[in-house]
C-alpha cells in the first residue's frame, strides 16, 4: 500500500557531491517525520538527517555541514544532498517516513529498500 524508493546513489570520488531522492507513494494521508538512515558494511544502521513536517531537521554530527536535508510535501519527497563526501559515509542509504495511511489510525514507520552510496579515495 505505501512505497518508499529511493534513487542517486552511485560511484563518486573522494570530495564529490551526490544527491538522493526518495518518492513516498500509496494511498497516504498524511506524512510526518521523514529520514535518511545509512547502514556501512559491519555497521548497524545509523541517523544521518531527519526533517518534520514544518521543515525543522537534524543531522547525525558526521555529516552536519556537508549534508543537507529537504522534502517537497506536495510530492511526497524527501532528498538528500550530500557534499565534500568522503570514504566512511560510504553505505546503503535508507529513506523513512512515519506515515498514516487512509485505513489507519496514526503513523508508523515505512522503509525504503536503500540506495548504495560509494565513495571511493
Known amino acids: 500500500q505505501v512505497q518508499l524508493v529511493e534513487s542517486g546513489g552511485g560511484l563518486v570520488q573522494a570530495g564529490g557531491s551526490l544527491k538522493l531522492s526518495c518518492a513516498v507513494s500509496g494511498d497516504i494521508f498524511d506524512v510526518n517525520t521523514m529520514a535518511w538512515y545509512r547502514q556501512a558494511p559491519g555497521k548497524q544502521r545509523e541517523l544521518v538527517a531527519g526533517?518534520?513536517?514544518?521543515?525543522?531537521?537534524n543531522y547525525a554530527d558526521s555529516v552536519r555541514g556537508r549534508f543537507t536535508i529537504s522534502r517537497d510535501n506536495a510530492k511526497n519527497m524527501v532528498y538528500l544532498q550530500m557534499n565534500s563526501l568522503k570514504p566512511d559515509d560510504t553505505a546503503v542509504y535508507f529513506c523513512?517516513?512515519?506515515?498514516?495511511?487512509?485505513?489507519?489510525?496514526?503513523?508508523?514507520?515505512?522503509w525504503g529498500k536503500g540506495t548504495l552510496v560509494t565513495v571511493s579515495s
Open positions: 523513512n517516513a512515519a506515515i498514516m495511511t487512509r485505513l489507519s489510525s496514526d503513523h508508523r514507520d515505512y
Open positions: 526533517i518534520r513536517r514544518g521543515g525543522s531537521t
